[in-house]
């Protein structure tokens, strides 16, 4: 399970974790799909280890992806 750690120098309560209140500096365990969630928030997590960066870098591409559209081709109005 992909690990990602506080960095915001404050202690938080995560809701992905039922509220787990993580300290400053600590690292914990989240699943590869809520990874993203957190890690966007550069001031608050940062990715602890490999599974972590993968799922993020996995998920920051289908976001770019989702923002911005590539544009279809406008239709050949030669084809009938």
Same mark, same amino acid.
């Given at each position: 399970?992909? =690990?990602? =750690? %506080? $960095?915001?120098?404050e202690?938080?309560? $995560?809701p /992905?974790? /039922? #509220?787990?209140? $993580?300290?400053? #500096?600590?690292v $914990?365990?989240?699943?590869?799909? +809520?990874?993203? %969630?957190? &890690?966007? +928030? +550069? #001031? %608050?997590?940062?990715?602890?280890? =490999? ?8 998920? &920051? ?6 923002? %911005? ?10 084809? #009938?």
């Amino acid at each position: 399970m992909p =690990k990602i =750690k %506080n $960095v915001s120098g404050e202690a938080r309560n $995560v809701p /992905g974790l /039922g #509220g787990r209140l $993580v300290l400053p #500096g600590q690292v $914990v365990e989240f699943p590869a799909d +809520q990874v993203y %969630n957190y &890690t966007c +928030q +550069q #001031g %608050n997590w940062e990715c602890a280890d =490999k599974a972590a960066t993968e799922a993020h870098n996995e998920d &920051t591409a289908a976001e770019q992806a989702r923002a %911005n559209p590539e544009p279809s081709a406008a239709p050949d109005p030669t084809e #009938g």
